[in-house]
């Protein structure tokens, strides 16, 4: 497996793209501003690649940030949805294996009352 940049990264990365401004991207994250200015610069130094064009209060995507943003936003899309689906699937299992528990022990508990009985 590759090693890939950190997904918290990558998610900060993403918030702040997609809302042009570190200090938003913060309160949307629940973090400061300084903590995604943190990982943006991460981020970058991993990638070795400027993402963002900075300038006093606001940020713009370079080219590589605007590429890097439509393929994350796709990939954190079906991430979300893979997970939302798997939450689905295990909460459905989990009752249908309980119904499947409960019905081998009663088939197990009358086959021991059908032994005992001539």
Request: hydrophobic letters at 40%.
């Amino acid at each position: 497996m590759k090693n890939n940049p950190p997904l918290k990264a990558i998610r900060t990365f993403e918030a702040a793209a997609r809302l042009s401004n570190f200090r938003e991207a913060a309160d949307e994250l629940s973090v400061t501003a300084s903590a995604v200015s943190h990982q943006i610069r991460q981020l970058e130094d991993y990638l070795q690649k400027t993402l963002f064009n900075r300038s006093d209060r606001r940020v713009s995507l370079t080219s590589a940030g605007e590429y890097y943003f439509r393929e994350v936003s796709q990939a954190l899309t079906c991430i979300d949805q893979a997970t939302d689906k798997l939450r689905d699937l295990q909460s459905t299992r989990v009752l249908k294996i309980s119904a499947a528990v409960c019905l081998t022990l009663a088939d197990a508990a009358f086959v021991g009352v059908l032994q005992r009985a001539p």
